[in-house]
């Protein structure tokens, strides 16, 4: 599903940077790999990467058979929207916006009508819990709930991967617990998960753990 060859990643200035050094990486579809490592060691920029959010300065980066490397960004963009889903220690819900209406964001720039993109939002609610909860506002709900419409919000296009920034970073253990229960069930046949941790009990959870250390795979 995602396989890295020889990537490496350099921020110019002053001194430059290599944040990543020659990194190859394979993830099969349906499996969970956890990326750990200190901080500093290349694990943002990594899952930046992985994410079509930056660019490696060398290497390729193949995503389900397609060479990122070869897109131009609104080829990148349209990949990104279609095959990938994030969720963020830090949520991202918007304020002023019920449930359903932060679930549907993603949906509302691939086209779908907004009839469907309710349905879809409705549906991947309830998947991950909050049926009940489908009017309420951000503000109304625990750390553990807003992670749960984050995770609603990163599954209602389908994806084939979904990408997770440290996703139990503002949990306490019990919310943890519940939100890793939940991304671990989201694992299929054809669809993989990603998770940067420094959480050893969610990487304890994961398939494979890959290890980053200045920049490099260990």
């Known amino acids: 599903m995602v396989r890295l060859l020889e990537v490496t990643k350099t921020f110019s200035g002053a001194v430059a940077v ?14 969970m790999t956890a990326i750990v490592g ?16 930056d660019v490696p300065t060398s290497g390729r980066y193949l995503l389900d058979g397609t060479d990122t490397s070869r897109l131009g960004e609104r080829e990148l963009t349209s990949l990104r929207a ?12 918007v304020a002023h916006l019920n449930c359903v209406a932060n679930v549907m964001l993603p949906l509302a720039h691939q086209g779908w009508p907004r009839r469907e993109r309710a349905r879809l939002a409705t549906d991947a609610l309830v998947q991950v819990g909050l049926g009940h909860r489908l009017d309420a506002r951000p503000t109304t709900l625990s750390g553990g709930e807003r992670q749960r419409v984050a995770v609603a919000r990163a599954i ?7 990408l997770c920034d440290e996703p139990t970073g503002n949990l306490d253990r019990e ?8 991304l671990r069930r989201l ?30 795979i260990c």
């Open 38 to 53: 200190p901080s500093g060691a290349g694990k943002s920029t990594l899952l930046n990467i992985l994410g079509l959010l």
């Open 82 to 93: 279609v095959t990938l889903g994030f969720v963020f220690q830090a949520f991202h819900l």
């Open 175 to 182: 919310n943890s617990t519940h939100v890793m229960d939940l």
């Open 156 to 162: 209602v296009h389908s994806p084939s991967v979904i």
């Open 187 to 216: 694992v299929t046949p054809e669809r993989s998960l990603i998770v940067v941790t420094h959480d050893d009990a969610v990487s304890a959870r994961a398939d494979r753990v890959v290890k980053v250390v200045d920049g490099a």
């Open 18 to 31: 290599s944040a990543l050094r020659g990194v190859n990486l394979e993830i099969r579809r349906g499996e």
